[in-house]
């Protein structure tokens, strides 16, 4: 059922939301004062675009992040559940990474030479993930264009196939959804000289005969998606999803993709360990240098072995190599391999993900109490270390379902009001992430602020 607020309703909430901004303005003038002059300079008035979508009115300025936590310029401290959207996963400034980075700088940051730890890197993402053969971008995004560019390479096809609500990043190729079944461009994404009907195939996630019918032409080269979508809050797949998904790629010849940068947080293995997925390729970024700019793409050993024929290893006799289209002067440079394996080896492990998903299942139980103990529509999803607080009495299974329930206006007021409480949560969705420095007490501060929070909006007769 699509979202419909009464008027007297939608007002209360905008004059909340313009009291929480004032009171956000006033508690953080040097971080307004940092933001009118960044945006004298940057195009949308800090380093990246992305930083600027704060619901306080500007971005806090951040002076140190150690841990789980934040310290802004104007010295207040925060719960970090954002955690760089996913990026910080590992903790602000985790102990092995800070050494293994510092090591690596003083013996040279990049060479485009492989280092020892290269060795390391390569035999454990076969052992998590289960992919024989990898190769390092520097990011995600890369990593996903890479692993389109062999899709089209080895099948011959053009299209990629995604799920309407997807983020893979900035490939072209994803950046269409469903606009009433018909295929158009994502919210705030401008036409950019591509024939999206050449290249691209949107169907709403979990629906199975949208995704079989749109194989049947066998002109896609891959489906490339999450194994559960994170970008519209958290959309599990129903059961049977993924094996329906797997055998249709098969049957059509079609190569299939699964992102983890986000569900990561699964476990050890990401979601396709902890599942038996068994994708042709696997994509990763964020957190798996430890906030350092990195990507990985695995590859099958029957998908290796077609990427081969086309491009054979380079005859080093011959002065120009084929650069296949990806990677770049950058990618799997030293810096970036010293930290990946810190991270690997010492703070991605399975204590630390049993102590993540530990405090995910805290934060949603303490979440759902309290929701369940005033009656309010509302549910609380959780895989890992990642919960999420959605505002709809049932999960959706697809983006249009989630599009039609949501409360902008309601999550943008309680950002704001975890903002001003010392409560930081990703700024496009209510996604909470834990790091293995988060504290049963940072849990404890976060139920106590939602509490306040449903309290606070229930006094003002907000429904």
Not at 139 to 161: C, H, P, Q
Not at 389 to 404: K, L
Request: proline share 5%; hydrophobic share 40%; aromatic share 8%.
């Amino acid at each position: 059922m699509a979202y419909d607020p009464s008027p007297d309703d939608a007002q209360r909430i905008e004059t909340l939301i313009d009291i929480e901004q004032r009171r956000f303005l006033e508690r953080h003038p040097v971080s307004a004062e940092c933001w009118a002059r960044g945006r004298r300079h940057f195009l949308y008035g800090a380093p990246s675009h992305w930083m600027r979508r704060w619901a306080g009115g500007f971005p806090l300025y951040v002076r140190e992040a150690k841990g789980a936590h934040l310290v802004d310029v104007d010295g207040h401290s925060y719960a970090d559940f954002c955690l760089g959207d996913t990026g910080g996963m590992c903790g602000h400034a985790p102990e092995a990474v800070t050494q293994a980075a510092a090591r690596q700088l003083a013996q040279g940051a990049t060479m485009m030479l492989p280092t020892e730890d290269s060795l390391f890197v390569g035999e454990e993402l076969a052992r998590r993930f289960g992919l024989p053969y990898w190769t390092l971008t520097t990011s995600a995004t890369d990593a996903n264009r890479g692993a389109v560019r062999f899709a089209r390479m080895v099948t011959g096809r053009d299209k990629v196939l995604v799920f309407s609500g997807c983020y893979h990043g900035g490939i072209e190729e994803a950046h269409v959804e469903l606009h009433g079944g018909e295929m158009g461009l994502r919210n705030m994404i401008h036409a950019n000289g591509l024939d999206h009907s050449r290249i691209s195939k949107v169907v709403e996630f979990n629906d199975g005969d949208a995704l079989e019918s749109a194989l049947a032409d066998e002109t896609v080269a891959c489906v490339l998606m999450e194994p559960v979508m994170t970008n519209f809050g958290m959309i599990p797949p129903i059961e049977g999803f993924h094996a329906l998904v797997r055998a249709a790629t098969r049957k059509t010849g079609t190569l299939l993709i699964i992102d983890e940068t986000h569900t990561l947080s699964a476990g050890v293995g990401g979601y396709t360990r902890l599942h038996g997925l068994e994708p042709d390729f696997f994509v990763a970024g964020k957190a798996i240098a430890g906030g350092i700019p990195a990507g990985i793409l695995g590859v099958s050993q029957e998908t290796a072995e077609r990427i081969w024929q086309k491009v054979p290893f380079v005859n080093p006799r011959e002065r120009q190599s084929a650069h296949l289209g990806i990677g770049g002067t950058l990618a799997g440079n030293a810096l970036t391999v010293a930290a990946m394996r810190a991270v690997l080896e010492h703070v991605l492990t399975p204590e630390n993900y049993a102590h993540m998903t530990g405090m995910a299942e805290k934060l949603a139980e303490e979440a759902r109490a309290i929701i369940a103990g005033n009656a309010l529509p509302w549910h609380v999803a959780q895989t890992g270390a990642r919960a999420e607080i959605m505002f709809a009495p049932n999960p959706p299974r697809n983006g249009a379902e989630f599009r039609a329930a949501r409360r902008g206006d309601l999550e943008t007021l309680l950002h704001a009001f975890y903002l001003n409480n010392g409560i930081v949560v990703t700024p496009f969705h209510t996604m909470f992430l834990m790091c293995p420095a988060t504290s049963g007490e940072d849990v404890a501060s976060h139920s106590a602020v939602l509490r306040e929070f449903v309290n606070y909006i229930g006094k003002s007769g907000v429904s």
